[in-house]
């Protein structure tokens, strides 16, 4: 099972572009990565996933460099709704993946 | 995206008695339902994987007599905490994978708050 590294905390001010890295060294050929947002006393949400290059959806991007080390969430203009915990998670589809959390990123967004 | 729904939200129960959590995936079938714990300002915690028909898998530490999990179904899963105690008082999260809307992604429910008084 990857084993994930983020930044335990960040800050931000509304409007600016955020990029969270995660560094997933051990990554499996078979493995993709998945983030999630979780506001406090909510689920996770999903926000994307990825396997190779890079992925755009309506609310972030994620890259993904050629060796698949790391991978980097990028929240276009952030809002004070956008503080929140972000969690990288990397595993294979489905079959007998459990999904392990790290301690995730703390992202704080400032007026 | 799929849709996990947890019940109740918020629960309150005396010290002793036992508490249902229902986690219902709404428009796919969960093959695979996990169940987390979390503490306050911690990561989430795996408690036990449930494959629908089978016997949960619980993680070491956790005492399967005290957390009850049942996967009945390919859209129900419950978590039942017997005999409750004040230190179970948690926030409570399932998720669910399985089907095509589902793929390869786990969904995650809205959380379930238990207060053991």
């Known amino acids: 099972l990857a084993k994930t590294t983020q930044p335990i905390s960040m800050d931000s001010y509304e409007g600016q572009e955020v990029n969270i890295t995660c560094s997933h060294n051990?990554?499996?050929?078979?493995?993709?990565i998945t983030w999630y947002q979780q506001f406090p006393s909510q689920g996770p949400r999903f926000i994307i996933q990825?396997?190779?290059t890079k992925v755009t959806n309506e609310v972030a991007s994620l890259f993904i460099p050629a060796d698949r080390k790391s991978s980097t969430l990028s929240l276009p203009r952030v809002s004070l709704s956008d503080t929140a915990v972000y969690y990288c998670?990397?595993?294979?589809?489905?079959?007998?993946?459990?999904?392990?959390f790290g301690r995730g990123t703390s992202l704080i967004v400032h007026p | 995206g799929a849709v996990v729904s947890q019940h109740p939200s918020r629960v309150i129960c005396k010290s002793g008695t036992s508490v249902k959590i229902e986690c219902r995936s709404l428009?796919?079938?969960?093959?695979?339902m996990f169940w987390y714990r979390q503490f306050p300002k911690k990561s989430l915690m795996l408690m036990a994987t449930?494959?629908?028909?089978?016997?949960?898998?619980?993680e070491q530490g956790v005492e399967k007599d005290k957390f009850l999990i049942n996967h009945a179904s390919l859209t129900l899963s419950t978590l039942t905490v017997t005999s409750a105690h004040p230190e179970d008082s948690s926030f409570y999260i399932c998720?669910?994978?399985?089907?095509?809307?589902?793929?390869?992604?786990?969904?995650f429910g809205e959380g379930s708050w238990l207060t053991v008084v």
């Open positions: 998720s669910a994978r399985g089907g095509q809307v589902s793929g390869n992604t786990i969904y």
């Open positions: 990825g396997y190779k």
């Open positions: 998670l990397v595993g294979p589809s489905g079959g007998s993946y459990i999904p392990t």
């Open positions: 449930s494959n629908e028909g089978s016997k949960a898998t619980y």
């Open positions: 051990n990554i499996a050929t078979n493995d993709y």
């Open positions: 428009d796919f079938q969960a093959t695979t």
